[in-house]
């Protein structure tokens, strides 16, 4: 069955209320309805909260005039490694508007058309990360504008996977923060909605997927159309090409992956659907109808990402035994916090990421229980003390919440502190109110500012004559610290794990010499136990030791990367020579930044840089421009 057989009609989604249908309205080119005096003064909103936060990595103006539906029309061509098509866009504009700005990076601009005439266009200057913007002459009266273009074979989102032996080619674009650019020319900034509509054709025996209703066969003619119905930010358009195949795991969820992938995704994440009800359980309708993963090549720069209806994820979370789906946790989460209500310029980020890694381990605890819960939350505070350590001293600004990004890369500020700072943050509150209140208030706050761009001024107004309206809950919380002050406040929650503590006392006696490695629970430990022994390992382990632990566990094998991550990133430390094929064959198959990071940094911190550069050398051409960027800089990369 495809998907894509009944398309749902615009006035059939009720949920999102006047806002989606206002923004929908016309948007098929006929003009539904005279424009009502509602509508008309829910324009005058949108335009009115536009004006009041501006976004440095945008050259839109949206207070001129917006983008609210895309129609997208394109050919993705694996052998120029281009994609090139028309985007049609229909768009709101301002009483005297004279212009709509796009942004683009390295970008063919081939011709523009507004309401079917062709017009002159033009191309803005390029500046460093934010690329060009495309300025194209309106009235006040226009309709449509349709951009035709292809994409740069080097274009920053997108990674071209090459074939590799009987592996067929595959293609993926990671969007966020600000690469949707490379691949379309849009209104990039995650304050400006839009739905849409895409016809793409892919080569024959792909299928073709999109953040939006998919398909779940194969076509025989590459030619696959796919419906966004509600509105989202530019940053989650998504686009993926390959051989994958389908496989249902629930009524609302599914799996895509490559034929040697399905079936150990499908059993991994079996568990989807209940992550799902969960997480509605605590705060609210699902607002996105499904909700499908689809495993990537293990060259995917992130864990995850959040696209709408399809979150992208690395294989490197199979692991046989369903033990990192915390990272499946998180990428549903976002479909409240960050799809729904959209931190509205980069340097709000920690509204999408404090409040999804809260909400994630909600979910985990829900599902898995609080012991579970409270050892990825004492991860998180690990994580939240050694980002303020390694950044207090260069950036400390950049251990704020809100973030001043202006005329850097959004990247830059895309640190543990969002996270783990956000997510402390949000405990503290949920600590204060208590959890009722809290619940009850967030609630609240998805549903109030749904599909809606969130800033971190306009959260502190609501925050404060919401939950924390009364003075001695503003007093206990102290939001200014966490928001706008550095590092980490004196009244931070604290968090134990028994489970770790217990892992660290028998580190110590293992460590003195008291305990010997065959007497380590090794196989009694579960895999965050394990994690914490390897991560905790000091530098100067001798070698003989090493070798007890791999001729004892052979970790080298496991089916864990966290696991296997932090014994590769020890034994680089401890110069334990024996794993360094493992590290070499796993950065070049992998590259998933989280772990280049500090397997690379080990290299370099170790005096081990020839040994860094000599695989890196290998292994760049198959990383995404997220992953070399940083690897570029770390390793001082001159090609
Ligand atoms: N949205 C992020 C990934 C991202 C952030 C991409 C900033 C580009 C710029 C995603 O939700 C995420 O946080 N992924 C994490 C998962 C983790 C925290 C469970 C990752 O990839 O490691
Ligand atoms: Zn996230």
Redesign the pocket.
Known sequence: MNLLSAPMRWHTLVFTGALLLASCAGSDGTSTASESENETSAKAQRIAAMKQVTDQHSFARPEEARITHLDWNARVDFDARTISGTATYDIEVAEDAQRIVFDTHELAIKEVLVDGEPVEHTLGAAQPFIGQPLTVPITPATKKVAIKYTSSPGADALLWVEAQGDKPPFLFT?S??ILARTWIPVQDSPGIRFSYDADVEVPKGMMALMSAENPTETNADGRYSFRMAQPIPAYLLALAAGEVEFRSVGERCAVYAVPELIDKAAYEFAEMEQLLLAAEELYGRYAWDRYDLLILPAAFP?????NPRLTFATPTIIAGDRSLV??VA??LA?SWSGNLVTNSTWDDFWL??GF??YF?QRIMEAVYGRETSEMLATLSYQGLVDEVDAISDLNPDDTHLKLHLAGRNP?DG?TAIA?DKGYFFLRLMEETVGRERFDEWLNGYFEAYAFKGMDTERFVEYLNSTLLADDADKAAVRIEDWIYGPGLPSNCPSVSSPRFERVDATLAAWGAGDLSTADLPWEEWIYQERYRFLSNLADDTPTERMAELDAAWGIGSTGNNEVLFAWMEQAIRSNYTPTYPRVESFLIEVGRR?FLTPLYRAMKETGQMEMALDIYGKARGGYHSVATGTMDELLDWKG
Request: glycine share 10%.
């Open positions: 990671q966020q923060a992130f864990g995850g990402m959040e915390a990272l998180h990428e976002h999408n990421e999804t890694v994630e990247d895309m996270y989280k």
